[in-house]
T-cell receptor, first 115, second 114 residues
């Protein structure tokens, strides 16, 4: 059973297009995240949702819009794709328990290539 | 704002060599500390975590890490590496009053030669 699943695994598209990445977790976690990993492997948080509500929105262009229809899903929609958006996008989830945050469980990543 | 530094960007070792990867963070308050591993082509997996108690934490696959509060460090160690330990290693910190935001270090790429 895949705990955090993302689709698609690979996404190749042209500049200017709009694309979506889906994420689902079956761990019963309340909190979900999107992380971006650039070509140098640097991981940076983009968004965090807790129980369908946005709680963290780092400095991310407005072209990126997360949507959480329920607490098990957090999709990422990207408008007007740019070359610099090429990266691996990881979805993750966790079950916060007061301050002792539970570890993140990551999906397998979506490798986005913008040409 | 919290930040995490991993000073070794690339490490190359022979099998059976000992490993120590450095991790320093900058935050004056109470923190949770993590090490994640990313094997080639795979997602990140938790190696070990520190919340409180014994500062020497043991994780999976023979890894351990020591939290030294005075040095703001959480170095990862393994006494004898294997070829299968070849991966990218990420230190991460979650600090009180930072919500659920986990800040990752830049990663250390470990290559173990057979």
């Amino acid at each position: 059973d895949t705990a955090v699943s993302q689709t698609p695994k690979y996404l190749v598209t042209q500049m200017g297009n709009d694309k979506s990445i889906k994420c689902e977790q079956n761990l019963g976690h309340d909190t979900m995240y999107w992380y971006k990993q650039d070509s140098k492997k640097f991981l940076k948080i983009m968004f965090s949702y807790n129980n369908k509500e946005l709680i963290i929105n780092e400095t991310v262009p407005n072209r990126f819009s997360p949507k959480s229809p329920d607490k098990a899903h957090l999709n990422l929609h990207i408008n007007s794709l740019e070359l610099g958006d090429s990266a691996v996008y990881f979805c993750a989830s966790s079950q916060p328990a007061s301050f002792k945050q539970s570890p993140l469980h990551f999906g397998n990543g979506t490798r986005l290539t913008v040409t | 704002a919290q930040s995490v530094s991993q000073h070794n960007h690339h490490v190359i070792l022979s099998e059976a060599a000992s490993l120590e990867l450095g991790c320093n963070y900058s935050y004056g308050g109470t923190v949770n500390l993590f090490w994640y591993v990313q094997y080639p082509g795979q997602h990140l997996q938790l190696l070990l975590k520190y919340f409180s108690g014994d500062p020497l934490v043991k994780g999976i696959k023979g890894f351990e890490a020591e939290f030294i509060k005075s040095k703001f460090s959480f170095n990862l160690r393994k006494p004898s590496v294997q070829w299968s330990d070849t991966a990218e290693y990420f230190c991460a910190v979650n600090a009180r009053n930072a919500g659920n935001m986990l800040t990752f270090g830049g990663g250390t790429r470990l290559m173990v030669k057979p």
